[in-house]
C-alpha cells in the first residue's frame, strides 16, 4: 500500500489534471488521540505485566516451597522491578512489535504480544546477567511471568481498547470508496470488530441509483469526484478504496487525491479473483511484486505441522479417552448399528480415505428420511434448498442430537490424524461427489491433509456458502503457520461451546 502511495506521489500531476490537491495536516492535527490511546495502552501493558509479576512472586514465595520443599529463599518483589530495570524493557519490546502504532484484530495481536514478551524476558534476563544478579533471580518466577504476561496481556488490551472506544478515545473515522460487495464486505468486518476502533461512516460511489441509499446502515454518498469535500464535511481520517476493477488511472487519482487530506490510505486489491489468498509485498528497485505465499506446499512445514498434530493429538487422545468409551457404550445401548461412521473423503493428493465419525443416525436412515419428506412439505423444502434438515432430521438418534450439538461426533478422527490422514487443523474433508465443485481451488486446497477443525469451522460452519468454505481453505494453506492453528483451535472450542452452525 505505501508503494502505491509513493507511486501516486510520483504521478500526482497527471492525475490531478494539473489541479493542486490537499496540504499537509496541521501540527495541532497530528495526532493527540493516537498519543494519548498509546500512553492509555503503555499504562495498562505496565499494570497487567506488574500485576503478573506479583501474583507469580506470590506464588513463588508462599505456595511453591510447599510443594517443592528443596527451593530456596526468593528475592523481594522490589528486587525483580529494580534488577530488571522496571518494566522498560517490556514496552520497548511491545513498542518493537508494533503494539502501540497498529491495530490488529484479537488473534494478530495475541501473536505479537507472544513474541514481544519473549523478546522482552530474554532481554530482562540479558540485563540481570549484566548486573550479575541472575543467579540470585528466580527462573521460576522469570518464566512464570512470561507466561501469564502472553495470557493476560491480550485480554486485558482487548477491554481496555473497547474501553476508549466507547468514551471515544481510540476512534477513528473511516470513509468507504465503493458501495459493491467488496465495500459492504468490509464495512461489516469492521463494525463487527470494535477493537480495532474503525467507524465507517459512509460509502462513496459513482452509481446514481446507490447514491442517497441507506446500505447496512450507513448512507451512501457520491460521486467519486467529490471525495475531496466529503473528507472535509465528514471529518475523515482514514479511507479504504474497495473497488476491485477500477482503472489504474482512476485509482491513481482518487489516491493523489486523498492523501495529505488523510491520515491513511488502504487498498483492497483487484487480484483476479485472488482477493481472499494471502500475498507478501516485495520491492524489486521501485517495482511493486505481489509474492503469492503456499507455505503448505513446503515439506518443512509439513513435517513441522506432522510433529505439532502427533503432540497435541496424543494427549487430546489421553486426556478425551473415559470421554470416547462413554459415547460409544451410549451409542450401543441407544440403538442398533456400529459405533462408528465411515465416509470415503479425499485427502491429500486427492487420495481417497475412510473418515471415521461416531455413528449419530439410524441404520435405516434413508427409509426414515423418504418417510418424513413425504409427509411434511416444510421439512422437503428445507432439504431441496440445503440438502440437510435444521430443524428436525428423523434420521438422527437420540445420542446423535447431543453429539452434534455439541460437536463431538468428530472426535474419532483423532485417529485418522494418527493415521496421516487427516491433521488437527486443516481444508474441510471434502466428498469425492464435489470435486467437481472445486474447481481451480481444488488444486490448492487438496495440496494440503483436511483438517478435523479449520477456518471454515470457526468461520461460520454450515451457515456459509460452498464457495466461501473454499476461499477460507485457500487461504489457509498459503497462510498456514503454527500460530494459526494454534489459534484456529482455540477458536473452535469457542465455536462449540457457543453451537454456532450445529445441527
Same mark, same amino acid.
Request: aromatic fraction near 8%; charge should be positive.
Given at each position: 500500500?505505501?508503494?502505491?502511495?509513493?507511486?501516486?506521489?510520483?504521478?500526482?500531476?497527471?492525475?490531478?489534471?494539473?489541479?493542486?490537491?490537499?496540504?499537509?495536516?496541521?501540527?495541532?492535527?497530528?495526532?493527540?488521540?493516537?498519543?494519548?490511546?498509546?500512553?492509555?495502552?503503555?499504562?495498562?501493558?505496565?499494570?497487567?505485566?506488574?500485576?503478573?509479576?506479583?501474583?507469580?512472586?506470590?506464588?513463588?514465595?508462599?505456595?511453591?516451597?510447599?510443594?517443592?520443599?528443596?527451593?530456596?529463599?526468593?528475592?523481594?518483589?522490589?528486587?525483580?522491578? /529494580?534488577?530488571?530495570?522496571?518494566?522498560?524493557?517490556?514496552?520497548?519490546?511491545?513498542?518493537?512489535?508494533?503494539?502501540?502504532?497498529?491495530?490488529?484484530?484479537?488473534?494478530?495481536?495475541?501473536?505479537?504480544?507472544?513474541?514481544?514478551?519473549?523478546?522482552?524476558?530474554?532481554?530482562?534476563?540479558?540485563?540481570?546477567?549484566?548486573?550479575?544478579?541472575?543467579?540470585?533471580?528466580?527462573?521460576?518466577?522469570?518464566?512464570?511471568?512470561?507466561?501469564?504476561?502472553?495470557?493476560?496481556?491480550?485480554?486485558?488490551?482487548?477491554?481496555?481498547?473497547?474501553?476508549?472506544?466507547?468514551?471515544?478515545?481510540?476512534?477513528?473515522?473511516?470513509?468507504?470508496?465503493?458501495?459493491?460487495?467488496?465495500?459492504?464486505?468490509?464495512?461489516?468486518?469492521?463494525?463487527?470488530?470494535?477493537?480495532?476502533?474503525?467507524?465507517?461512516?459512509?460509502?462513496?460511489?459513482?452509481?446514481?441509483?446507490?447514491?442517497?441509499?441507506?446500505?447496512?446502515?450507513?448512507?451512501?454518498?457520491?460521486?467519486?469526484?467529490?471525495?475531496?469535500?466529503?473528507?472535509?464535511?465528514?471529518?475523515?481520517?482514514?479511507?479504504?478504496?474497495?473497488?476491485?476493477?477500477?482503472?489504474?488511472?482512476?485509482?491513481?487519482?482518487?489516491?493523489?487525491?486523498?492523501?495529505?487530506?488523510?491520515?491513511?490510505?488502504?487498498?483492497?486489491?483487484?487480484?483476479?479473483?485472488?482477493?481472499?489468498?494471502?500475498?507478501?509485498?516485495?520491492?524489486?528497485?521501485?517495482?511493486?511484486?505481489?509474492?503469492?505465499?503456499?507455505?503448505?506446499?513446503?515439506?518443512?512445514?509439513?513435517?513441522?505441522?506432522?510433529?505439532?498434530?502427533?503432540? /497435541?493429538?496424543?494427549?487430546?487422545?489421553?486426556?478425551?479417552?473415559?470421554?470416547?468409551?462413554?459415547?460409544?457404550?451410549?451409542?450401543?445401548?441407544?440403538?442398533?448399528?456400529?459405533?462408528?461412521?465411515?465416509?470415503?473423503?479425499?485427502?491429500?493428493?486427492?487420495?481417497?480415505?475412510?473418515?471415521?465419525?461416531?455413528?449419530?443416525?439410524?441404520?435405516?436412515?434413508?427409509?426414515?428420511?423418504?418417510?418424513?419428506?413425504?409427509?411434511?412439505?416444510?421439512?422437503?423444502?428445507?432439504?431441496?434448498?440445503?440438502?440437510?434438515?435444521?430443524?428436525?432430521?428423523?434420521?438422527?438418534?437420540?445420542?446423535?442430537?447431543?453429539?452434534?450439538?455439541?460437536?463431538?461426533?468428530?472426535?474419532?478422527?483423532?485417529?485418522? /490424524?494418527?493415521?496421516?490422514?487427516?491433521?488437527?487443523?486443516?481444508?474441510?474433508?471434502?466428498?469425492?461427489?464435489?470435486?467437481?465443485?472445486?474447481?481451480?481451488?481444488?488444486?490448492?486446497?487438496?495440496?494440503?491433509?483436511?483438517?478435523?477443525?479449520?477456518?471454515?469451522?470457526?468461520?461460520?460452519?454450515?451457515?456459509?456458502?460452498?464457495?466461501?468454505?473454499?476461499?477460507?481453505?485457500?487461504?489457509?494453506?498459503?497462510?498456514?503457520?503454527?500460530?494459526?492453528?494454534? /489459534?484456529?483451535?482455540?477458536?473452535?472450542?469457542?465455536?462449540?461451546?457457543?453451537?454456532?452452525?450445529?445441527?
Amino acid at each position: 500500500m505505501a508503494r502505491l502511495v509513493n507511486l501516486a506521489s510520483a504521478e500526482r500531476e497527471a492525475a490531478q489534471d494539473g489541479q493542486v490537491r490537499g496540504r499537509g495536516w496541521p501540527l495541532s492535527e497530528l495526532g493527540w488521540r493516537s498519543a494519548s490511546a498509546a500512553a492509555v495502552l503503555i499504562v495498562a501493558d505496565w499494570l497487567t505485566v506488574l500485576a503478573c509479576l506479583a501474583a507469580v512472586w506470590w506464588v513463588r514465595r508462599a505456595v511453591a516451597p510447599s510443594l517443592l520443599p528443596g527451593l530456596g529463599p526468593v528475592m523481594p518483589l522490589s528486587a525483580f522491578i /529494580v534488577q530488571l530495570v522496571g518494566l522498560a524493557p517490556w514496552t520497548l519490546a511491545f513498542a518493537e512489535a508494533r503494539l502501540y502504532t497498529r491495530r490488529a484484530l484479537f488473534w494478530d495481536e495475541a501473536g505479537r504480544v507472544l513474541y514481544a514478551c519473549t523478546l522482552a524476558t530474554l532481554f530482562a534476563v540479558a540485563l540481570s546477567f549484566a548486573n550479575r544478579a541472575f543467579p540470585t533471580m528466580s527462573r521460576l518466577v522469570i518464566g512464570g511471568v512470561w507466561l501469564a504476561a502472553i495470557a493476560a496481556v491480550p485480554i486485558v488490551r482487548y477491554h481496555t481498547k473497547r474501553l476508549m472506544a466507547a468514551v471515544g478515545l481510540w476512534n477513528k473515522r473511516v470513509l468507504i470508496l465503493g458501495a459493491g460487495e467488496t465495500g459492504r464486505q468490509v464495512g461489516v468486518r469492521v463494525r463487527a470488530n470494535p477493537d480495532l476502533g474503525y467507524v465507517p461512516v459512509a460509502y462513496v460511489d459513482d452509481d446514481p441509483d446507490k447514491i442517497g441509499r441507506c446500505l447496512d446502515g450507513l448512507p451512501v454518498r457520491g460521486p467519486l469526484s467529490s471525495i475531496a469535500e466529503l473528507i472535509r464535511d465528514l471529518q475523515v481520517k482514514d479511507v479504504v478504496v474497495a473497488i476491485p476493477g477500477l482503472s489504474r488511472q482512476r485509482l491513481l487519482h482518487l489516491v493523489a487525491t486523498c492523501e495529505g487530506r488523510v491520515q491513511s490510505i488502504r487498498l483492497v486489491p483487484d487480484l483476479f479473483g485472488l482477493a481472499s489468498v494471502g500475498v507478501e509485498a516485495e520491492d524489486l528497485d521501485g517495482v511493486l511484486l505481489l509474492h503469492m505465499r503456499w507455505n503448505l506446499a513446503k515439506p518443512w512445514n509439513l513435517l513441522l505441522k506432522r510433529g505439532f498434530d502427533l503432540t /497435541v493429538a496424543a494427549l487430546a487422545a489421553v486426556v478425551l479417552a473415559p470421554l470416547l468409551a462413554l459415547i460409544a457404550v451410549a451409542i450401543r445401548l441407544d440403538s442398533a448399528g456400529p459405533v462408528f461412521f465411515r465416509q470415503p473423503r479425499m485427502g491429500r493428493g486427492r487420495a481417497l480415505f475412510a473418515c471415521i465419525k461416531f455413528r449419530t443416525m439410524y441404520v435405516d436412515g434413508d427409509d426414515r428420511l423418504h418417510a418424513h419428506l413425504s409427509g411434511h412439505a416444510q421439512g422437503r423444502d428445507e432439504w431441496e434448498r440445503f440438502r440437510k434438515l435444521k430443524s428436525f432430521d428423523p434420521r438422527v438418534t437420540r445420542v446423535g442430537r447431543v453429539l452434534r450439538r455439541l460437536s463431538i461426533d468428530e472426535l474419532p478422527q483423532l485417529l485418522n /490424524v494418527f493415521r496421516s490422514e487427516m491433521s488437527l487443523v486443516g481444508p474441510r474433508p471434502y466428498l469425492p461427489a464435489e470435486a467437481h465443485r472445486m474447481g481451480d481451488f481444488g488444486e490448492t486446497v487438496l495440496k494440503a491433509p483436511p483438517g478435523i477443525t479449520g477456518l471454515w469451522q470457526v468461520s461460520g460452519r454450515n451457515n456459509l456458502t460452498f464457495e466461501q468454505r473454499l476461499r477460507l481453505d485457500e487461504y489457509y494453506v498459503r497462510n498456514w503457520s503454527l500460530w494459526m492453528d494454534v /489459534v484456529v483451535l482455540l477458536k473452535t472450542v469457542t465455536a462449540v461451546l457457543a453451537r454456532r452452525g450445529a445441527y
